[in-house]
């Protein structure tokens, strides 16, 4: 919070704030369950939702490594990148929230119909994670091909060691949230009284262990002294008209890959 307040990286903070609380809030209704005191609601619909505000900081962070580097770099523009991947969350939350309020109703029928929704609420954000993974991955690889056209504007950031353990980490921070993601996905689709979701390891594993690699590596990894004062001049939404038309016009001329 101090990095977040003092560089007013409000959205960043916002998505790490949300989800560390519902991961704390979902974890001590799960500890009041083993002892007999109720809170499967509460455990089911925080520590389901809360991942989704951890990957919306990753989308916030990947806009303004685009800019970093140069736009032409990018298959879209760091504006569609973010809206996009914000929209596949916002689906996930609200999904995973109606179905997971489902899940208190006395009618079998309507928990059916929940487990459903929170199903496809986890799937949205699996796609979502798993399209982010992906045009990371062609952005790296275009990135590190042509470094020549790296923008010069930043090129002192470029080269720094923070900014790239930076980069280190957040990537570790995503391929963990994916991890997790894809175990919930199967965990729900094999339904709450399986072996799969009844299995501690399993869940402390896949579950437990990726959130808090994810946590402490985004916590580690702020952007903030990471961008070394740069993280306001790399968004996209105060970059000045013209700089955004030409990256558009030059489009992918810059890079005549093989």
């Known amino acids: 919070m101090y990095w977040g307040i003092r560089h007013k990286t409000w959205g960043y903070l916002f998505g790490m704030f949300c989800g560390h609380v519902l991961e704390m809030v979902g974890f001590a209704a799960r500890i009041r369950m083993h002892f007999g005191q109720g809170g499967f609601l509460t455990y089911i619909v925080t520590i389901t939702i809360g ?21 032409s770099y990018s298959r879209f523009s760091p504006r569609t990148n973010t809206i996009t991947f914000m929209l596949f969350d916002f689906v996930a939350l609200v999904l995973q929230a ?7 109703s006395d009618e079998r029928d309507t928990i059916n119909i929940g487990l ?8 949205a954000h ?29 090129r002192e950031l470029q080269r720094s060691w923070r900014f790239n353990l930076f980069l280190t980490w957040l990537t570790i921070a995503t391929i963990t949230i994916l991890i997790r993601t894809s175990y919930r996905v ?9 072996s799969l979701a009844e299995n501690e390891t399993a869940f402390m ?8 690699i994810a946590t402490t590596a985004l916590a580690i990894s702020y952007p903030s002294p990471s961008f070394q004062g740069r993280y306001q001049d790399a968004d996209f939404q105060l970059k000045k008209g013209g700089d955004v038309k030409d990256a558009f016009e030059s489009g992918y001329s810059s890079l005549k890959l093989p």
């Open 51 to 71: 991942p989704a505000f951890f990957s919306a900081a990753n989308y916030l962070c990947l806009a303004r490594i685009i800019t970093v580097y140069g736009q």
């Open 98 to 104: 109606t179905g997971g309020s489902m899940l208190s």
């Open 116 to 123: 459903k929704v929170m199903k496809a609420g986890l799937a």
């Open 126 to 154: 699996l796609a979502g994670i798993s399209i982010f993974v992906l045009l990371a991955c062609e952005l790296a690889f275009r990135i590190f091909r042509r470094q020549e056209g790296w923008d010069p504007k930043f």
């Open 186 to 194: 199967a965990e729900l689709s094999a339904a709450y009284h399986s």
């Open 205 to 212: 594993l896949l579950e437990g262990m990726m959130i808090l």
